[in-house]
Each structure stands twice: as structure tokens, then as C-alpha cells.
């Protein structure tokens, strides 16, 4: 009888260390989906942030006034994290 319950002790055991496993790699698959969902779009808005700011450069505006106006966007931020000092 004793061999029995420790069956069924280290199976439970198993089982809630199986399950327990399954969570945790669900929720990192789900962290990921979202993470590379928005790093996507981040992407997606900084190619035309820096499209934009070519077609200013080539149309000879004044881009670099342009540019400091749009504090917000993400092509400006990483100028700012790069070493970029606004005039």
C-alpha cells in the first residue's frame, strides 16, 4: 500500500510540475508575440518618420526646424539618445 501512495504521490507531483511548465512557456510565448508586435510597429513608424524626413531634405525645406518641432517622434528620440544636441 505504501508503494502505491508514493506512485501516486510522485505522479501527482509530475503532473503539477508538467502543468506548471506549460503555464510559464505559454506566458512567454505570449510576452513575445506582443514584444515583436510592438517593436513591428515602432518599426513601421520610425521607416516613415525617416522617409519623411528625406522627402523634407530633398525638397530643400527646413528640415532640421521641422524635425525639433516633432519632440514626439521616435526619429528624434533616438537622435537625442545618440548624442544629438537640439540648437
Keep these: ?3 502505491e ?3 501516486k504521490r510522485i505522479i501527482a507531483a509530475v503532473t503539477v510540475a508538467g502543468v506548471t511548465l506549460i503555464v510559464i512557456l505559454f506566458a512567454i510565448v505570449i510576452y513575445q508575440i506582443i ?3 510592438i517593436l513591428k510597429a515602432r518599426r513601421d513608424r520610425l521607416k516613415d518618420e525617416y522617409e519623411y524626413t ?3 531634405i530633398d525638397e530643400g525645406n527646413d528640415w532640421l526646424e521641422n524635425f525639433e518641432l516633432h519632440e ?3 526619429l528624434y528620440m533616438l537622435a537625442i539618445q545618440n548624442g ?3 540648437r
Design 1 to 3: 500500500m505504501q508503494i
Design 5 to 7: 501512495e508514493k506512485r
Design 35 to 37: 514584444d515583436i508586435s
Design 54 to 56: 528625406i522627402s523634407q
Design 72 to 74: 514626439d517622434s521616435i
Design 84 to 86: 544629438y544636441v537640439p
